[in-house]
């Protein structure tokens, strides 16, 4: 799949390759939803969508994949950088959420307001792995950004498993949370990521945010590998459905 746009990060410094599916037959203002690891995840996000779509299970979104023109691995890849709100040893370039949170909110989203026709009160990040790390970020940020957060097996491990402490301390700075999310996982991924994921859930339901409306799936013998397909379309059923207005 090729991108659609090339934009120029001042925040990072980096080029990222913009990939778009539009909603075929309707008009905007649509909702967005912006995918992490766009080159490597953006084909199954948007073959989800369109199988939710042709089942009449989802409301027409734009969809956007964030990549960099390279697959994972690649020394042009930065997702080890960006995705990661805490710099450690595992990864020598780490810890650059924040800068790459500014660049989504700001240098990007200008741009997409300036292509596209967006319904900017419905707005989604979606992520799969260290891409779903960041939408958990993204979500204990204050003032919230997005609406809708898809989260397919979060790597929540990472740094000591630190994303639930800045969700904790998000909490303890104001527990109102109008927003809605869906965490996911396949049964057969590995005990740290099912277990971790079952954290956050009693972290989640012994200290709830009030307006967070959160569901969490659990998908028969899918792995970390071959879960992709379900947890978008599942996903982008739950955080958009079809006459849905919030």
Request: charged letters at 20%.
């Amino acid at each position: 799949m090729k991108p659609a746009f090339k934009i120029l990060s001042p925040e990072t410094g980096t080029e990222y390759s913009i990939y778009v599916e539009e909603p075929k037959g309707t008009r905007g203002p649509w909702p967005v939803v912006l995918f992490m690891d766009g080159d490597d995840q953006f084909a199954p996000a948007v073959d989800a969508y369109r199988k939710a779509s042709e089942a009449g299970m989802v409301s027409p979104i734009l969809l956007i994949g964030v990549g960099y023109g390279a697959s994972y691995s690649k020394p042009a890849n930065k997702r080890g950088r960006d995705y990661t709100q805490t710099a450690h040893s595992d990864e020598p370039t780490s810890g650059g959420a924040a800068v790459f949170m500014e660049f989504v909110t700001k240098t990007l989203w200008v741009e997409l307001t300036k292509r596209y026709s967006l319904d900017e009160k419905r707005s989604g990040i979606a992520g799969h792995s260290l891409g779903s790390l960041f939408v958990l970020y993204a979500l204990w940020q204050q003032p919230l950004f997005f609406t809708h957060y898809l989260a397919s097996a979060p790597s929540i491990w990472w740094d000591d498993r630190n994303i639930l402490q800045l969700a904790a301390d998000r909490h303890a700075k104001s527990a109102a949370l109008p927003a809605r999310l869906f965490l996911s996982v396949g049964e057969k991924d590995s005990t740290s990521m099912t277990g971790d994921l079952a954290l956050l859930e009693l972290q989640l339901t012994t200290k709830p945010f009030s307006g967070l409306d959160v569901t969490t799936r659990i998908f028969a013998h899918r792995t970390h590998f071959n879960v992709l397909p379900d947890a978008f379309r599942a996903g982008l059923e739950f955080l958009f459905p079809v006459g849905a207005i919030s």
